[in-house]
């Protein structure tokens, strides 16, 4: 897979020249996707848009995608399908210090979206994702994948 440094990197700066209401629609769709430092997903698809206020620019966006993840019983690889839909404000200039934690429209007028795709889509992940209903995990001695086979341990945990 081709591995694009910042593939959600957008320009938002023509929006400042743009009257108080105005807004725009985008699609996305990415097969594969690598999104810094650490999101892997596939299909990523959705849209989202970007909408002129009188503070910055208010970001809506809806999101679904299917996101490399580990069975948290045996760890094996899966992937998990996520939805997310989400919002966040831009601020063009933080005026106060209260402000000074939220995101800004940086002078030049680029911002990554992978930022909070990634973050919103990470939210999403279930934190007991199983590669199948009846997973047994793996052994806790030896490491044996107790779905391929039994070990010589005796496996007396049982799963919620
Ligand atoms: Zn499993
Ligand atoms: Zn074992």
């Not at 911002?111 to 909070?116: E, F, T, V």
């Amino acid at each position: 897979m081709e591995k694009i440094t910042y593939p959600l990197r957008t320009n938002i700066g023509y929006f400042l020249n743009k009257p108080i209401g105005y807004s725009r629609e985008f699609e996305i769709n990415f097969p594969e996707i690598f999104i810094d430092p650490d999101l892997y997903a596939k299909n990523l698809i959705g849209k989202y848009s970007f909408s002129r206020t009188r503070e910055g620019l208010l970001l809506r966006a809806e999101l679904e995608a299917d996101i490399d993840s580990q069975c948290s019983r045996c760890l094996e690889p899966l992937l998990v399908h996520v939805n997310t839909k989400f919002e966040d404000l831009y601020v063009f200039e933080p005026r106060m210090k209260e402000e000074m934690d939220e995101e800004h429209v940086p002078s030049d007028g680029y911002i990554d979206l992978g930022i909070p795709f990634r973050d919103y889509l990470l939210l999403e992940i279930p934190m007991n994702s199983l590669c199948k209903p009846d997973c047994k995990g793996i052994c806790l001695e030896c490491g044996q994948n107790l779905n391929e086979g039994d070990c010589e341990h005796h496996h007396s945990i049982q799963f919620e």
